[in-house]
């Protein structure tokens, strides 16, 4: 995984993800809001996760993942923090966070994440001719 979506009204907590996830060697974009992550979301970039705050104002975390999930990229791995775990609509999610979280808590889920991509790509067949 590479280049990691960050969405998050609060700007601190963006700030504090996007160093982290520098420091653990993935490239990281951020946006302030739900409109301006789809917006980054949809343009010529390619994001291999996005970690969403839930509760923002204007176009929340929910219709962020719902916006995400009809796009020709729906299955790229969405995150969902939220400090109400009942907001979160877990079906559109690959995890959960409840804020306030560890950030080892983030580390494992980013790494199962990837674990779990490296599987679903060993066990494609493989239908290209070999000589």
């Excluded at 409840?98 to 990837?114: M, R, T």
């Amino acid at each position: 995984m590479h280049q990691v979506l960050i969405i998050d009204d609060d700007s601190a907590l963006v700030a504090l993800l996007a160093t982290i996830l520098i420091t653990l060697g993935y490239k990281a974009r951020t946006a302030c809001n739900g409109k301006e992550g789809i917006e980054l979301f949809n343009g010529t970039q390619n994001f291999d996760m996005v970690i969403t705050d839930i509760t923002m104002p204007g176009m929340d975390g929910n219709e962020v993942a719902r916006s995400i999930r009809s796009s020709d990229k729906a299955d790229v791995p969405i995150i969902a923090m939220s400090g109400y775990d009942d907001k979160a609509d877990n079906e559109l999610f690959t995890f959960s966070l409840e804020k306030p979280f560890h950030i080892q808590g983030l580390k494992d889920v980013i790494k199962s994440i990837e674990r779990e991509q490296k599987a679903a790509q060993g066990s494609q067949p493989d239908w290209r001719c070999h000589a």
